[in-house]
């Protein structure tokens, strides 16, 4: 198992950077699959960024492409979502979320594990 916490989330106004940070405990961190989903008021979890178990391997959705890169450090146990360029849509709570398989997965229910959530709003 492993236990994930997120870090970072704060109130920003449009076009600023934030870095987000999920820290890992437990089984060691580079066994697993890591991404950041998201989740908006009224809305589903949506995938946001995963990066593969030795970070050589990383997928974004189409909405935060070229503003958000997503990385890790597995001997800090340590995941982050640097973004930048923030819009008021990409206000939610933001999940760090893990998975043992090899495959970077879009849907939420297919990770195993997930940290509590951190909040950050966009103002405009």
């Known amino acids: 198992q492993v236990q994930l916490v997120e870090s970072g989330g704060r109130l920003v106004q449009a076009g600023d950077s934030l870095t987000l940070s999920c820290a890992a405990s437990?089984?060691?961190?580079?066994?697993?699959?890591m991404a950041w989903f998201r989740q908006a008021p009224g809305k589903e979890r949506e995938f946001v960024a995963g990066i593969s178990r030795s970070g050589g391997g990383r997928h974004y959705a189409a909405s935060v492409k070229g503003r958000f890169t997503i990385s890790r450090d597995n001997a800090k146990n340590t995941g982050y979502l640097q973004m930048t360029r923030l819009k008021s849509e990409d206000t939610a709570v933001y999940y760090c979320?893990?998975?043992?398989?090899?495959?970077?997965?879009?849907?939420?229910?297919?990770?195993?594990?997930w940290g509590q959530g951190t909040q950050v709003t966009v103002s405009s």
């Open positions: 437990g089984r060691t961190f580079s066994s697993f699959t």
């Open positions: 979320t893990a998975r043992t398989s090899l495959i970077i997965e879009a849907d939420p229910a297919g990770y195993d594990y």
